[in-house]
């Protein structure tokens, strides 16, 4: 509100500063005039604050902040010239007892009194466009750092779902039985044990990379398959029997297929 005050005094006083209301007001009247500038400034202010509320429930920046914003600055400026109305129309009461309509076409009405009005007129708007402005301005900035907000607890909830996913294709009886035969692997067979550890990062390595993956190529599914049963062989040995035929020529084409979830 100081703001807004400040503001309409500098430009009412811009506008001519030279005039004899500036030079032949006594104390009183200019604390008068002070205290209906702050008046006005008042209902500028909590005016903009209510229309903004107001607007955030009934019409909010997403999906149309291009009408929020022209709705936003039109009603600011409704208000605007419905008080400067109400306010000259006191000013004119006070200081000739008769209401603004009467007092046009009267004597008393001179020019220099005419053109004091309308300069106040003339700040007030600009008062209030100003106003309007910084009040949408703030809003848009709020807005856009809520949104910024927003997008990034999607991102954080898309990530938790994501790590959540992987952790459901990890079982974790299949991590501590790899890792329990690496653990005996080191000791007994070092070369073996390198290669056990290269064929679980491959797998692992397919479940990461293809976590999103609608499809995957033919190629990428058998070195998967490949590295898989290389494990299962290790750990279980001859109890296990595996095999595969896969045509060559299907080899030599990219064909796509639904990706193995283990």
Known sequence: MPVVFGLHKLLFFLTDPFAE???????????VQN??????SFVIVQGSVRITNRLNQRLPWSPTPALRALVQVLAQLFLA??????????VVWILFDQNIFAILNS?????????????FILASA???LVTSLIVTGRNIRMHTAEMKIQAAQLKETALQAELQSLKLQLDP???????????????EDKTLAQSFVENLSRV??????????????????????????YLIFIRHGNNVKVSMHIPENLMQKEYHLLPCNC
């Open 204 to 229: 692992y390595r397919y479940m990461i990379q293809h976590i999103h993956s609608d499809t995957i190529t033919l190629q990428k599914e058998i070195k998967f398959i490949e590295s898989y049963t």
């Open 107 to 119: 004597a008393a009405f001179t020019p220099e009194i005419r053109f004091v009005i309308w300069r």
């Open 21 to 31: 209301p500036f030079r032949e007001l006594s104390v009183f009247e200019i604390t």
């Open 173 to 187: 009886h299949f991590v501590f039985n790899n890792f329990s035969t690496i653990s005996a692997l080191i000791e």
């Open 81 to 90: 010239t419905v008080w400067i109305f109400i306010y000259q129309s006191i």
């Open 126 to 128: 600009l008062v209030s």
């Open 35 to 40: 205290a209906g500038l702050l008046l006005f």
